[in-house]
């Protein structure tokens, strides 16, 4: 597979701990903001989106929170799970074209 | 559905050679995009289109070309390949109609040039 996050930062959790993943951002006129999640050998997979007129929003086992304050963004993973080990990527997004821009990345790593 | 594919999964080419990536998507999204992601490092976009017969520069479209005649193909060229070219490329497409701004990737074409 590919070699996705040589160097990025990781974040080691215990399986079944919760994970917190931060990105801050560069533009205050994003009107969305995404997080990917990136398996080995893999395109990134959507998981959650929020836009920039809410401050949190949630999914199944995952939470957003957006803070246009101080530019940042999080993704909270409750009770991690073996399959949730990938590198996690956060992006913004302009109306034009939906182009993103995404963040530098973190690795997750959960131990059983 | 397949989704969105890609093809060839890995190429090697030489300097000044020339190549298609291919990328079709059978979801009838009229967005289209290629990014580019080198290791360690986020996707950076090259080209994208909002529909057939449009396209547009992204990020770092210096070195590449785009066509969109079909909703479905978004082929991406390198005309004469230089080795900062070496990277990960993927394609990706949204439906522009409906609240989500999800964008589908395909698995990515591993490109190295030497």
């Known amino acids: 597979g590919e070699s996705v996050g040589l160097h990025l930062p990781t974040l080691s959790v215990q399986e079944g701990d919760n994970s917190i993943i931060n990105c801050a951002y560069s533009n205050s006129a994003s009107d969305y903001f995404i997080w990917y999640k990136q398996e080995s050998g893999k395109g990134p997979q959507f998981i959650i989106d929020i836009r920039s007129n809410m401050d949190k929003r949630q999914g199944q086992r995952v939470t957003v929170l957006l803070n246009k304050t101080v530019k940042h963004l999080s993704l909270q993973i409750a009770a991690t799970q073996p399959g949730d080990s990938a590198v996690y990527f956060c992006?913004?997004?302009?109306?034009?074209?939906?182009?993103?821009?995404f963040g530098g990345g973190t690795r997750v790593l959960v131990k059983p | 559905n397949a989704g969105v594919t890609q093809t060839p999964k890995f190429r090697i080419l030489k300097i000044g050679q020339s190549m298609t990536l291919q990328c079709t998507q059978d979801m009838n999204h009229n967005y289209m995009y290629w990014y580019r992601q080198d290791p360690g490092m986020g996707l950076k976009l090259i080209y994208y289109?909002?529909?057939?017969?449009?396209?547009d520069k992204g990020e770092v479209p210096n070195g590449y070309n785009v066509s969109r005649s079909t909703t479905e193909d978004f082929p991406l060229r390198l005309e004469l390949a230089a080795p900062s070219q070496t990277s990960v490329y993927f394609c990706?497409?949204?439906?522009?109609?409906?609240?989500?701004?999800?964008?589908?990737f395909g698995p990515g074409t591993r490109l190295t040039v030497t």
């Open positions: 992006a913004e997004s302009f109306a034009a074209g939906n182009k993103l821009t």
């Open positions: 990706a497409s949204r439906n522009s109609q409906g609240a989500s701004n999800e964008q589908y």
């Open positions: 289109s909002v529909g057939a017969g449009i396209t």
